[in-house]
């Protein structure tokens, strides 16, 4: 069974950090690309960032681009968004999704987990 399990979100003030976790299991996870995506309340969900299966390539949105990383622990199955520079506007329920092809999120998401709540607030 494919799973995907987002992790770490939480209450962070503007200006803070925050990194948020996404565990994978049930498929060869080092063969694909992964990304994240968030939805606020009331708005359509967006894509983030996106990291390719080996973790050489990386596309991130230009809202968040310069404040956050994506890094990916094939040995652990796991990817991680850094989150720095916080503001309200990222808050969100973060998700991530598993990409069918390895270099690319472009061509839509096969699984999906469940998300973490991020709330950046003071």
């Known amino acids: 069974e494919v799973q995907l399990q987002a992790s770490g979100g939480g209450l962070v003030q503007p200006g803070g950090s925050l990194t948020v976790s996404c565990a994978a299991s049930g498929f060869k996870f080092d063969d694909f690309a992964i990304g994240w995506f968030r939805q606020a309340p009331g708005k359509e969900r967006e894509r983030v960032s996106c990291i390719s299966s080996s973790g050489s390539n990386s596309y991130y949105d230009e809202i968040v681009k310069g404040r956050f990383t994506i890094s990916r622990d094939n040995a652990k199955n796991t990817v991680y968004l850094q989150m720095n520079s916080l503001k309200p506007d990222d808050a969100a329920v973060y998700y991530c999704?598993?990409?069918?092809?390895?270099?690319?999120?472009?061509?839509?998401?096969?699984?999906w987990g469940k998300g973490t709540q991020v709330t950046v607030s003071s």
């Open positions: 999704a598993s990409s069918p092809v390895a270099g690319s999120c472009d061509y839509g998401m096969n699984y």
